[in-house]
């Protein structure tokens, strides 16, 4: 059975750090890309950033571009996202997606975790 489970969100202030993490089961993660997404209320889900299979190139939303960094370890089917300096802005539900394609489309995903809520005061 498929599952794919985001943790390490939290409540903090501005300028703190959270990792995040997520983790697959039921399938092999190096197959896929993998996608984070982000969701504050009132808004649609927007892209945040992707990593290729093996973790050798990755890309960013410009917003978060220089404060987050997506990495991934294969052997424990696990990609993570690392969030420095964060801002209020960035409050929203974070989620990960495993797609075939690289894409920043949210629709081209095949495999999504519930999310986990990055809670940012000012």
């Known amino acids: 059975q498929v599952h794919v489970v985001e943790s390490g969100g939290g409540f903090v202030q501005a300028g703190a750090s959270l990792r995040l993490s997520c983790v697959a089961s039921?399938?092999?993660?190096?197959?896929?890309?993998v996608g984070w997404f982000r969701q504050a209320p009132g808004k649609e889900r927007e892209f945040v950033a992707i990593?290729?299979?093996?973790?050798?190139?990755?890309d960013y939303a410009d917003s978060v571009r220089g404060r987050f960094t997506i990495s991934r370890d294969n052997a424990k089917n696990t990609v993570y996202l690392q969030m420095n300096n964060l801002k209020p802005e960035d409050t929203a539900v974070y989620s990960c997606?495993?797609?075939?394609?690289?894409?920043?489309?949210?629709?081209?995903?095949?495999?999504w975790g519930q999310g986990t809520q990055v809670t940012v005061s000012s």
């Open positions: 990593i290729t299979k093996i973790g050798d190139d990755a």
């Open positions: 039921g399938f092999t993660l190096r197959w896929f890309y």
């Open positions: 997606a495993a797609g075939p394609t690289y894409d920043t489309d949210s629709r081209k995903y095949n495999f």
